[in-house]
Structures are given as structure tokens and as C-alpha cells.
């Protein structure tokens, strides 16, 4: 058995370190998931989001978007208005990427990761030597907003700033992931440091992690334990039938409740429609 995905992404670290039998069913075992209606849009809202903040990066009209969906647009003028810089012309010193992949081989498996919008900033220090200043931005499309605590502790923070460290060789101390919550009104942002002992502390888990993903693939036949049934993974998972013979609570995936985070849909960047122009 091998595992059907050409890179490790941060959705599959997650689901490894969280369930690793969810892991063994969605990845290992394909098996297909019944399809959330209310997640489906919610993750459709978000690809839409992320192509229509794409198209201003680019200078493209998108005014048209105003009429086919008045809520994706005044999110769009609102995070513009509070914060133009986002999409605003260089500055000097200041280099861009929108929507760049990075990927890497660690301990021969390839990582990957989608960055929305990627800043890097050389201050200018009188006298000389300057600190290189480089900040990840994440546009953040669900209704509602993890606790800071837990955003640092996801995947998609802790891969995505280990693998723009390892590509790009900046020291840790520079960079910074900012979370943009765009359907919040005002604007709410999250910014994560970075450090030399965030990045040592990601690569053993990382390599833990790894371990156990080949540790899966060598030996299929064996199906890893259930979680409780009362764990705030299984109460969302599509799986839940198969390992505690009830269904998922269907409908309410990313709606946090009795403490579980909201979890925002992946973005397929394959399946994104472009926007009426
Ligand atoms: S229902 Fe729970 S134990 Fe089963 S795969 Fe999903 S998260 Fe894992």
C-alpha cells in the first residue's frame, strides 16, 4: 500500500497527529466521505475568497463580484478599507509573492504549502546591516475564530513557517504568520513569532510524525485504536460511523461547540471557479 498523495501537506499532518486512524481511513483507505452541504459552501466561499484577493494582487477588476455575491465583496471592501496595504503597490525594499507553493524534501518526504501572500520587508537601518523582515499572511474565510493559543499550535502555522525557513535559510527570528479573519467585522488578525526553538521543536515533530506515517504505510492491515467517542475530533469526523457506529454531527462542521475549535475547510486550489469579471 502507498499513500495516494504526491506531498505532505499541512491538512495531512493534521489529520495524522490528531486521528491517526482518520488518517488510515481518508488517505490509506480513500475511503470516500458523505458530503456536508453546509461545509461544501463554506469551503467554496473560501476557494472564491482566496481567487478574488488573487485577482486584486493581479489589478483585475472585480467589481463584477458585487452583484453575484454581495457578502464575498463588502468582506473583500472591508479587509481593503482596514487594511489597504495588503494589496498596495511595493514599497522600496519590499518584495511580493501571491499564492506561492513551497515545497522541500525532509528526511526525504516532500512537504508543501500554499501561501495566500508572502512579504518580505529589508528596514533600512542607518549605518549598515539590516534586519530582513519576511511575514506570511493567511486569508482565514470561516465564520468563526480560533483561540490564538490553538493557532499556533496547527499544523498549517508550524509547516508553513518551517518550510519558508528551510527554503528561503532566514533565521526563524525574522519571520511571522498573520491570520486575517475576513468575516469578522472589524477585521481580526492574528500574528505568530517565529524562533530557533519553534523551528528545532517542528522538526522532531516533524520527524515523529513521518515516522509514524511510514510506520502506517508499511503495515496496511493494521487499523489503528478509535479515539472516545466524546473527543472533539469525532464529533465532526465522517468517519464516525465506522468507528463508533453513530453519525457525525452533520451540518456543523467548523461550528465550534463545547470548546472545539472551528476547523476551516481545505482549499483544493484545483477546484476554484474564477470569479465573473
Ligand atoms: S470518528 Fe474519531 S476515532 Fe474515528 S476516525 Fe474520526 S476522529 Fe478518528
Redesign the pocket.
Known sequence: MSLAIPAISQGVLQTLD?????????YLQQFSQVEDPIFSQRQRWGQQFHRLMQQVALGLPVEAVADADPELYACLERLLADQPWLVGSRKPGEQRQVEIRLSLYFDNVLLTGVYDLLVRWISPVAGGQSPDQTAIHDWKTGVHQPASRSLKQRWQTRLYLFLLAEASGLPPETLTMTYWFVRQSPIQSVKVPYSRRAHQATAQDLRRLLDQLQQLIVQPQLLL?????D?P??RY????????GQL?TTGSRGRPSNGVEAVEPPLDWEAIEPLPL
Open positions: 490528531t486521528c491517526p486512524r482518520q488518517f488510515q481511513y481518508q485504536p478509535a479515539l472516545a467517542a473527543s475530533a469525532c469526523c465522517a468517519f464516525a460511523s465506522f468507528c463508533h457525525a
